[in-house]
Structure formats: C-alpha cells, structure tokens
C-alpha cells in the first residue's frame, strides 16, 4: 500500500500537510531533529510541556484563552498520574474555537454541519446559522437557570440539532452527557439519572433500518426517571409529552433567536470562559457487569487533544468534509465533533448502515463529497461479504482518507479496500476509548500503511508494550500502558470524590518484581505488539487473554483469519477456565445467508487458523450461534460471556447495555451444556 500522505500545496508549492509544518516550527523554535516521525514522537514524550505549547501555538489558542504565561510549568506543572496539571491558569470555552470559524467572510455561506437521515432527507447549517442557532440555545438555557456546572442530558440520533444542544451547553459553562435512543429508557437513565440533569433533550422518533421509531413515549418514561428535572426540550412535537410539572418546550423555541424570553437574559459573557479542567462532558462505561461509569472530560485537555488527532494526524482543516458514522452512545460522536474545532464541514446520519443494503454509506459519501470517512470493521466486513465495489460504483474522487474503530482491522480489509475503494488510499485503523476520548494510535498523514497495523503511537503518547515485570517490549506481545499523562486522561469519575474508582480502572494493577512506590502507569487492558518499525498491531482485551496450553494469544488475531472466510459473518472465541485445571475454548460462529456449518467449513476454519496461527489456536469447538452479543458500541462481549460459560456466581450482566439481550440466555444454556 501507498504511504498516507494526504496531498496539500504550501505557499511555496511543495506538497505538505498539516504534520508536515508543525514539525517545521518545531525544528526552528526547539533546534530538535524532526526529519522523520519517529524522532519527532520521542521529542513530544520526552518534552511534553514543549510539545503541548507548540500545538498550542500552532493552532494559536491565544485567540480564545489570551497570552500562554513562559516556562514548562504554565503547561504542565505535575506529572502525576493520575492528577496531572495541566495549563494551570488557563481560562477557554471550547465553543470559542469552534466559533472562530463563523468569523470568516464566507460564514454566512459555508456549510457547518449536513444532517441526513435513512430517507435521505437532508438538513444542513451554515457556520453563521450554527453559531446563531447556538448561542440561542445557550439563552434558552440561562432562561431555564442552567449555569456553569448544571448539567443538560441528551437522548438523541446522530442529527445536527445534537451539536446544536451540546454546544449551546457548552457555552454556559454547563456539563454535556448524550445518549442514542437505541437505548431503552431505562438504559439511558441507567446513565443519566447518575448526573441529575436540569435538563433533557430528546427528539420524538427517528428512522431505522426501514421503519419509523416512535421515541415520544420512550421520552417521557426517561423524562419521569430523572430525579429533580426541571426542563425537557423536544426536537419535534412536545405537545405529545405529557404535563409532569416541568417546562416542556420545542426545540425550534429554543434555538429562536429573536424570541421575547431569549432577548431579556443577558448573554454578555457567553461563552463563558472557564478552567482548562473544568467539565465539558461526561462519557459513560459499557455498564454490562455493574453500573455505568461516568468519565469526565475538560474543556481544554479536549481542545487541545482534538486539534492534534484531527488536525495534525488526520489532516483536517477547513477544506474537508468529515464524516464518521457514528452514535451519541459512542465516544466518535464526540470525536467527530473536532471536525468543528478545525473548522471542517461534519455529516450527522441517523439511519441503519446497512439499510436498503451495505452500499448505504457508500453512496452517503460520493453524495457529500466526503473527503474523511469513519467507520467500523463490521461495516467494511459487511461490505466486502457483499460483494461491493465502491470505488468502481461510486465517485469517490473526493475521499482521500477512510479511519476505522471499534475493533481491529484485519489485514484482509485493508486489503479490500485497496483493492475495490482505490489502490493506495490512506487507512488509518485507529485505537483509543471513552477513557480518553481521542486515539492511542493509528494512521498520521504521510506515514506508511502495512495492512493489519496501526501506523504510529500518537504524538504526545507515551505508549509502550510492557511485560508482567515492565519490561518494554519490541516485536513481542505485551500490556498496552501508557508512561505519562495526557491532556484528555479523565479530569475524574462522576461521583467519586476520592478518586478510588478512577485510580481502580488504570492504576491499580499489579507488575510483578516491582516496588510499591513505582510511579503509576495507565494500564489499558489490551494486548499489543509495538514493532521495531514504530506500528502496533492489536491483539484484544488482555482481560479476555486466550491461553491455551500454556500460550497468551489474542482474540483479534483469531477473528482476522476466520472473519476472512466468505461462509463466516462474525466470530466469537472464548477461553473458559475449567474445574482440575481444565479449559475450554470454543469458537462461535454466525453464517452469511446460504451457508451452513458442516464438516467441511469446521475444516476449512481449523486448517486456516492453524496454517496463518498456529496448531495452538485452533479452537475445541466450532458452534453455530444465532448471534454475537455486542455492547451498544459494537464491541464484543468477550468478557462477561467467558465469565457466564465458566458457571461463575455473580455475574450481572444488564440487559440494558447489551444489543440483544436474549443471546445471554443461549450462551448461558451452552455453558451448562459443556461436559468437562
């Protein structure tokens, strides 16, 4: 495959990019060498308080916050973990940043923000309208007597009135947490009610895989289940929520800009600036063993993180149209809102991607001339089982980029992208998480693309593969950890004052042959390779380790060869601890329509795994499932399934965090079936 290089003239004609001319400033201001990515990573992780003022300066954030004090303590005064400080006296708002873009002499003219839903309906906002449509909110909001530290909750598609909440939310210095309406009511509130919002916004229905969901019941239940509520705006018809004491109002009143209410509140001072740290918007945990986990993030470790991953590794500025198919559930939304940071034009779907067929984002994307596409693996999955040639059914001649997430990329996709979206486009299979809101590592413009890896560590993370005992590892599987703090690392947990929880998620694990007082590391929880090349490949949860006969493997590396079979849908392997030592691991599978599991596919996966993994790999068991249970993300639940197999006491999985909950029973009776 061609390298990542994204082509873009400079004033003096050369091809660059983004990454390209910060690692210019950097050389001239610093005098560090930065003639190749890998030395300008270990500048950003052994300098982090330069690192983090050049992309400061680069995106000059004086512009929203004032002047950046001298010296490496005005960015990072303490490298704890967790509790690192960072820009200690800065005072921002994110939406200034976004709003910086609405200043342009083509504002009035220059599209924001395109919404289309699964009827192909489309709606789109120009920046001026977004920043009018959100500051309105905004005083619609004071009206409400929201203020800095309330917090306005969201059930909602993926559709521009979202941005326009969260942002107008943002401005009063209030606290955002969104949640899809895939979501029965009281799985949102399983999340929501935790924060005790002033207000929720919900929308009365949307459309999905060819039906019309009504969501306007499933509204009020939510709106009922949030204690101390004071005020539900409605995007659609709040006539059809019922009277519960509380202010009920449509969205169209509330983004009205030249209502009588909206013109008596003050709004001077909107967006109110607030501390680097200061909560922008709390993100919850699969919650599928235990209760939801609510992770705060702040207002600048986001502004600043954003701008690096979407403006310096995927080259996104003003020019681009960005599109990541993605829910409010799902840290991407979040994500793709930095398209606004940069100032590119962003696209909301709220629809089925595979309805009327896997062509759907396909054709989304020639539509609106999408330049950067995100996606998961089981849409391109879905796509290379259908056949389908994008690249030869579409014009894509616009799309110079395609990200993917939720779970590693196999080899074989790059390779059908290569093959049917264009040889040589840019893949960027990318790997982060809620807990930070951003990426780890991934694909950066202009770094070359193996099939099957992640380009590079991220610049600004300290990523390494450790060994039980520490020890780095190169070319070996080891714990993903990471050896410093990051801008966008949690700011906290809701409720947990002391910081027990939050320091039990990624601090508390145990390294063998080490001292009690090492300084901590954040521990991920996955497997990974860091290669001598710089690249990772991603091997799965390390809290879902295979090891049979005495070798730790990964489940991706098994789901890569069997999900490439053209009889396989989807895998699901599991390493089940027996009683006297014994273990089980078998292998589910679900079929694509017309094929069957006989013994000539049962051969067919074995020989693979055994020819592209290793004898060792090869599964006890290879059974037909109806299904594979996901969290509403997309993930696999590889954990608390191995848990319910093994017959262990105690395992409480919700129903509500799950995409179909009746698989949990068919797992549950296989496990009584096994005869160890």
Not at 242 to 258: C, D, F, Q, T
Not at 408 to 413: E, M, T, V
Request: glycine share 10%; proline share 6%.
């Amino acid at each position: 495959m061609a390298s990542s290089t994204v082509p873009r003239s400079s004033e003096r004609g050369e091809i660059t990019t983004r990454i390209d001319d910060f690692a210019r400033q950097v050389a001239e201001r610093y005098g560090v060498d930065t003639s190749s990515y890998e030395t300008l990573w270990s500048w950003s992780v052994d300098s982090p308080a330069q690192f983090w003022r050049a992309v400061w300066d680069f995106y000059d954030l004086d512009a929203i916050a004032g002047p950046l004090a001298e010296g490496d303590d005005a960015v990072l005064a303490s490298t704890e973990m967790p509790g690192a400080q960072w820009f200690s006296d800065v005072t921002l708002n994110y939406v200034d940043q976004v709003f910086r873009h609405a200043d342009d002499p083509d504002a009035a003219a220059r599209t924001a923000i395109v919404g289309v839903d699964e009827s192909g309906t489309l709606v789109s906002l120009t920046w001026a309208q977004l920043r009018e449509q959100s500051l309105s909110f905004a005083r619609t909001l004071r009206r409400l007597g929201v203020g800095v530290g309330d917090v306005v909750a969201a059930y909602l598609p993926d559709i521009p009135e979202a941005l326009v909440a969260f942002l107008g939310t943002a401005a009063v210095g209030a606290i955002w947490s969104g949640c899809g309406q895939d979501y029965a009511p009281s799985g949102a509130a399983g999340r929501l009610a935790q924060l005790e919002p002033k207000v929720l916004v919900t929308a009365d229905g949307y459309r999905y895989n060819g039906k019309d969901m009504d969501k306007a019941a499933d509204s009020a239940e939510l709106a009922g289940l949030l204690e101390g509520l004071g005020s539900h705006i409605v995007v659609g018809d709040p006539s059809r929520q019922p009277a519960r004491g509380i202010e009920v109002l449509s969205y169209e009143s509330a983004i009205a800009s030249n209502s009588q209410a909206q013109s008596d509140v003050r709004d001077a001072d909107i967006p109110v600036r607030v501390g680097f740290d200061h909560p922008l918007w709390v993100l919850f945990s699969s919650g599928t063993t235990g209760r939801p986990k609510g992770i705060v993030h702040g207002h600048g470790g986001v502004v600043v993180e954003h701008l690096k991953a979407a403006g310096l590794h995927a080259d996104l500025s003003r020019d681009d149209v960005f599109f990541w198919h993605t829910a409010l559930s799902w840290m991407m939304w979040n994500f793709q809102a930095a398209g606004l940071l940069v100032g590119a034009e962003i696209v909301c779907y709220s629809g089925s991607p595979l309805y009327p067929d896997a062509d759907r984002l396909w054709a989304l994307v020639a539509d609106e001339r999408v330049t950067y596409f995100g996606t998961s693996p089981g849409q391109l999955q879905a796509s290379r089982k259908a056949g389908l040639r994008p690249g030869r059914d579409h014009d894509l001649a616009a799309l110079r980029g395609i990200g993917s997430t939720g779970s590693a990329l196999s080899a074989d996709l790059f390779d059908w992208i290569d093959e049917n979206v264009r040889p040589g486009i840019p893949v960027s299979s990318i790997s982060g998480g809620t807990d930070v809101v951003t990426a780890f590592a991934g694909g950066s413009s202009g770094q070359p693309v193996v099939p099957g890896e992640l380009s590079v560590r991220y610049l600004g993370v300290a990523l390494a593969s450790w060994a039980p005992d520490t020890t780095p590892l190169i070319g070996e599987v080891g714990e993903m950890v990471v050896t410093a703090p990051m801008p966008s690392m949690p700011v906290s947990f809701w409720n947990d004052p002391d910081g027990a929880r939050y320091r039990a998620a990624y601090f508390a694990h145990e390294w063998s042959g080490t001292e009690t007082d090492s300084e901590p590391v954040w521990r991920h929880g996955d497997w990974v390779t860091v290669t001598d090349r710089g690249s990772l490949i991603i091997h799965g949860r390390s809290d879902a380790t295979l090891n049979k006969q005495g070798v730790r493997m990964g489940s991706a590396d098994i789901y890569e060869v069997v999900e490439s079979l053209p009889e396989i849908a989807e895998a699901f392997v599991l390493g089940v601890d027996g009683p006297d030592g014994k273990y089980w691991m078998p292998l589910f599978v679900t079929l694509v329509p017309g094929a069957t599991l006989d013994d000539d596919l049962r051969s067919t996966i074995a020989s693979s795994i055994r020819t592209r993994l290793s004898p060792r790999h090869v599964p006890d068991e290879v059974i037909e499932a109806p299904g594979i249970p996901h969290t509403r993300t997309g993930k696999k639940l590889e954990v608390p399934v191995t848990a319910i197999l093994a017959g262990r006491s105690g395992v409480d999985v919700d129903p509500r965090s799950i995409d179909d909950p009746g698989l949990i029973d068919w797992y549950s009776e296989r496990g009584r079936e096994h005869q160890w």
